[in-house]
Each structure stands twice: as structure tokens, then as C-alpha cells.
């Protein structure tokens, strides 16, 4: 069982490769979520435009991955602690937690009702699973068991898994070509009913909440190097391969929902059974940081504890075909997400310069508290961010200027607000603490 909530991973136990972290971030990336994705952008667009939203908008997902993910390497912390540095301690995390809580479980849910069709599908004649809704709980209640357990058991299973929604998609790509021919589906008419930013805004959105909470991986990174290499690769290559397959598949069945693309292919079960495994490289992630952000507001509970509760709410919400909402969900992520992550990169990159003090996350009354645990200046740089992404013409990306907008709101507030205290002041910190720097304080602890 995994050690560590919300208290920081000790510079000794940082030590996986960029190998560990691409396994995992893959085995995020080669997911369900990432065929649909892909069958949403079309005919919307024409093919070239989807290509293009797919290529710019995974390129930019993975850079802004690697740069959450500094919080983890350097300073062995989850997103929901580093969020109290910009969003406030205690209550002003709760913010980011919050939003992570209902994302993170909103994708749990996603995941967990495609496998339990595919499950239900596959055992089709099987006395005791002929309720769908039952079946769909079942797969909740056992992807829930590896993120309860922890970080190894993610590894572990997403070596496991992740080999095998690779086959499944090249033999999809394989099928389809094949049976309907490369240029006969991409010479289609697109309805125009996308626009190309738009486009890009749904691929953001789809892995917005992996980029926020990159640190929750990371943490357990040796280096930045690895970092980079890892984020990269793990997260560039397999969201544009698999975006592009579920286009292909839309195309070629009319079908976004990867079950009725695997029935109607004519795949049978062995197709179905990797789809239900492939759930849980998906699922790990998911629960693992919602388990997090919850303890992050509740510290006396447990790791393993929050994380088990995440996953029964995600499970009902399975149960409940939250699928139905999907396309509304991600552009709602992309607008809710995006300013967070322009916050937490420029109070880090900008206004701390890369610094961090540990032990003030940890202090009741200390620098993080700003005004009675909230900073005002961020929650001014969210809403700010927020409204910018619902204004923002058609024209243009809105995900990316939101987050550019929240940054900048950020830091002239901060100074406004906060000038003598503000967290670039690096003379109220002359115990600063780097990487590899001074030793770590005793922090807040859960263990199982």
C-alpha cells in the first residue's frame, strides 16, 4: 500500500525513469476517452482540420504536462498541495480540489460505463449479466482496487494493459482500411458545424485534467530530464494516434462509442475483453488523483480511504450513463482547467521563480494563507479566465487564451493585493528551498 497522501515523496524515493512515467502517462493517453475524442472532431471538420486540431492541440498538452509536472520532481508534491502556494491555504485549494473531484470522477464514470457495455456485450447469453447498469457497477468496483492500492500497482497494470489497446487499434486501423479504404473515408464533405479552434479546445479538453495533475505522478520522477522525455512521448504519440483512429472509426461506422465501433467491425470478444482491460489504465489515474484532491481537504483521512470513495461516486455516476454528456463535458474541463493551470505556472515559473518553501503549504496562519485561506488575487485569475474562455470568439483557441488570461490577471493582482507579501519577494525567504537544497520539514502524513 502506498505511503504517501498529502505529504511530499522524500527526495530518496523519487527515483523512477522516464520509461515509468511514459508507461503511465500512455497508459493514460491509450484510453477509450482518446478514440472518442477523436470520432467527436468529425465530419464536424474536414479532415485536414482534424489532423491539424489533433497534431497542435497534443503538442501543446504535452509540453504544459511536463511544466505541471515540475512540482512533482522537484518537490515530491501532489497538484492539490502545489495549488495551495497560488490558491491559498486551507480553503482556497479546496477550489482546485474541488473541480478535480468532479472531473476526475466525471471521467471515471465515462470509462467505467464503456467497459461495462463492452463486459455486458461480451457475456451476452451469461446468467447474471443481463443488467447493464449491474454490470457497469461491477467494472467500477474493480477498477477502483489498483489506484487504492497505489502507484506500483498503476505501474504494473499499465505495462500490463497498455500493449494491448495498442493491438486493438492498429487491428481497428487495419479493418478499416481494409473494408472502406483510407481515401474513401477522408474525401467526405465536412458540415462546418466545428470550427478548427474549436476542434482544438475539444482535444484540450480531453486530457486538460492529466496536464493539471501531473505532479501527482511526477512526484515519484528522478529528474527533469525524464520528466520531459517521459511526458512527451507519453503523452504526444498516443493521443494522436488514437484521436485519429476514432476518427477513421466515426467515419467509417458513424459510431463514436468504441463498443458499437467494435460490434459493428465485426471484432467479436476478444475485442470487447481488451477494451475492459484497457479500462483500468484509464480509471488508475482518474481515481488516483481524485483520491488525492480529496484528501488534500480532508488530511486525517487516508489515502486509500478518499480514494475508495472517489470511486464509489464514480461508479454510481457509471451506472447513471454519464456518457450521454460527453462532448458538453470536455469543452466545460478545457474552460474550468485552463485557468488553473495559467495560475499555477506563472505564480511558480514567474513569480517564484521556480522556488518553492515547502513547509508553508503545510503552515495553518503561515504566507499561504493570504486572506483567511483564500488568495484572492487567484480566484479574480479563474473567474477572469473563465469568462474570457466563454467570451472568446470562434476565431480563436479559447482554452489557450483563457489560460494566457488567467496568468496575467494573476500576477497584476497579485502585486495589487499582496505586494508586500507577494511570493516573488525572495528576502522574507533566505531559507529557501531547492532542489537538493536544505532538508525537507516534517509535514502532515497519511498512513496506511
Not at 524515493?13 to 477523436?38: C, H, M, P, Y
Not at 468496483?141 to 494493459?161: Q, T, Y
Not at 515519484?220 to 511526458?231: A, L, P
Request: overall charge neutral; hydrophobic content about 50%; glycine content about 10%.
Amino acid at each position: 500500500m502506498e505511503q504517501h497522501g498529502v505529504d511530499a515523496v522524500p527526495k530518496s524515493e523519487r527515483t523512477k525513469g522516464w520509461w515509468d512515467l511514459f508507461v503511465i502517462q500512455a497508459g493514460v493517453n491509450i484510453t477509450l476517452s482518446s478514440l472518442l475524442l477523436g470520432g467527436l472532431l468529425v465530419p464536424g471538420l474536414s479532415w485536414v482540420q482534424a489532423c491539424w486540431a489533433l497534431v497542435i492541440g497534443n503538442i501543446i498538452l504535452g509540453v504544459l504536462l511536463a511544466l505541471m509536472g515540475y512540482f512533482g520532481v522537484e518537490y515530491g508534491i501532489s497538484t492539490t498541495v502545489a495549488s495551495r502556494f497560488s490558491m491559498g491555504h486551507p480553503r482556497g485549494s479546496w477550489i482546485a480540489s474541488i473541480i478535480i473531484l468532479l472531473s476526475m470522477v466525471g471521467w471515471f464514470g465515462v470509462t467505467a460505463e464503456l467497459a461495462g457495455q463492452a463486459t455486458h456485450d461480451a457475456l451476452q447469453g451469461v446468467p447474471g449479466f443481463s443488467n447493464t447498469a449491474g454490470v457497469i457497477a461491477l467494472i467500477g468496483v474493480l477498477n477502483s482496487l489498483p489506484p487504492v492500492l497505489g502507484f506500483e500497482n498503476i505501474k504494473w497494470l499499465s505495462r500490463l494493459a497498455v500493449p494491448g489497446l495498442t493491438g486493438l487499434c492498429v487491428w481497428i486501423l487495419y479493418v478499416i482500411i481494409s473494408k472502406y479504404g483510407y481515401w474513401n473515408l477522408v474525401r467526405y464533405t465536412p458540415t462546418h458545424s466545428l470550427s478548427l479552434t474549436t476542434g482544438l479546445d475539444l482535444v484540450m479538453g480531453g486530457l486538460i485534467v492529466g496536464v493539471f495533475t501531473a505532479a501527482d505522478i511526477s512526484r515519484y520522477v528522478v529528474s527533469e530530464r525524464d520528466n520531459w522525455i517521459g511526458s512527451i512521448l507519453g503523452a504526444f504519440p498516443p493521443s494522436l494516434f488514437l484521436g485519429v483512429v476514432g476518427a477513421l472509426s466515426k467515419l467509417a461506422t458513424g459510431d463514436w462509442n468504441a463498443v458499437s465501433v467494435v460490434q459493428r467491425l465485426g471484432l467479436g470478444a476478444p475485442a470487447l475483453i481488451v477494451i475492459i482491460a484497457s479500462s483500468w489504465t484509464a480509471n488508475n489515474t482518474n481515481l488516483y488523483s481524485s483520491g488525492l484532491a480529496l484528501a488534500n481537504m480532508f488530511p486525517k483521512m487516508s489515502r486509500w480511504q478518499s480514494t475508495a470513495l472517489m470511486g464509489a461516486l464514480g461508479t454510481v455516476l457509471a451506472a447513471s450513463r454519464v456518457t450521454r454528456y460527453f462532448g458538453s463535458f470536455l469543452l466545460a474541463l478545457s474552460d474550468l482547467f485552463s485557468p488553473l493551470i495559467g495560475i499555477l505556472l506563472c505564480d511558480y515559473f514567474v513569480m517564484r521563480r521556480s522556488r518553492l518553501h515547502l513547509h508553508e503549504a503545510y503552515e495553518a496562519g503561515g504566507r499561504c494563507s493570504y486572506t483567511r485561506g483564500v488568495n484572492l488575487a487567484a480566484v479574480a485569475a479563474l473567474i477572469g479566465g473563465f469568462v474570457v474562455a466563454k467570451v472568446a470568439p470562434a476565431s480563436m483557441m479559447a482554452s489557450l487564451v483563457s489560460l494566457v488570461a488567467a496568468a496575467i490577471v494573476y500576477f497584476i493582482s497579485q502585486r495589487l493585493l499582496y505586494r508586500k507579501t507577494g511570493p516573488e519577494d525572495e528576502h522574507n525567504h533566505p531559507e529557501c528551498i531547492a532542489q537538493g537544497g536544505l532538508p525537507e520539514p516534517p509535514v502532515e502524513s497519511s498512513l496506511e
